[in-house]
């Protein structure tokens, strides 16, 4: 039988036999120029999101698991590759359940100090009062830098910051090198 009077499946659109033929294909293509096929990637990605739950393309039933086994992409890569044309964006939004706070709102914390004084935070559990001290300041400071109006202000909170890093280090040194030789442990 000639090669030219081969016959060639009907293929529906939107069919399952439909995606699993794009994605054969995207992987046939993919390796060498994956990006000059942006557009079918992006297709096969919406195959994945308009397929029934129970159906599988290529064996995988989700993206993700299509570019792990299939692909031998990481998700996250592809997602790059397809930036801006993810049709998954569109259903899952990431910023649709994050909640703004106000500065005038009792909802949490809003500043350095405030979230170390929170309720089982930071100063109710540090034991130490030097330590709880330095740390409180150097929080205090922080808050200032980030309200601070001009720049030399806000250089000097932050100078001032560091610099207490550097004695809050120093202080947990000391405070582990008198804890060991109280338990009698060579220098």
Avoid at 8 to 32: C, D, M, N, Y
Avoid at 58 to 83: D, K, N, P, W
Wanted: charged share 30%; proline share 4%.
């Amino acid at each position: 039988m000639p090669a030219t009077n081969q016959v060639q499946p009907l293929i529906l659109r939107g069919s399952h036999a439909e995606r699993e033929a794009r994605a054969e294909k995207l992987v046939k293509l993919f390796v060498k120029f994956i990006s000059d096929n942006v557009d079918l990637l992006v297709q096969v990605r919406e195959d994945f999101l308009a397929k029934p739950a129970t159906e599988t393309i290529m064996g995988c039933s989700t993206f993700t698991q299509y570019c792990q086994t299939v692909l031998h992409y990481s998700e996250s890569h592809i997602r790059r590759l397809i930036a801006g044309r993810n049709p998954a964006t569109a259903i899952h939004d990431g910023s649709k359940n994050r909640k703004v706070l106000d500065e005038d709102s009792d909802d949490g914390p809003t500043t350095c100090v405030d979230l170390l004084n929170r309720p089982n935070g930071f100063v109710s559990r540090c034991d130490d009062p030097v330590l709880r001290a330095l740390a409180l300041e150097q929080a205090r400071l922080i808050d200032l830098a980030y309200v601070a109006e001009t720049s030399e202000e806000k250089f000097e909170h932050c100078l001032g910051a560091a610099t207490l890093e550097g004695q809050i280090v120093n202080h947990i040194w000391d405070a582990a090198r008198e804890h060991r030789e109280d338990d009698g442990w060579p220098e």
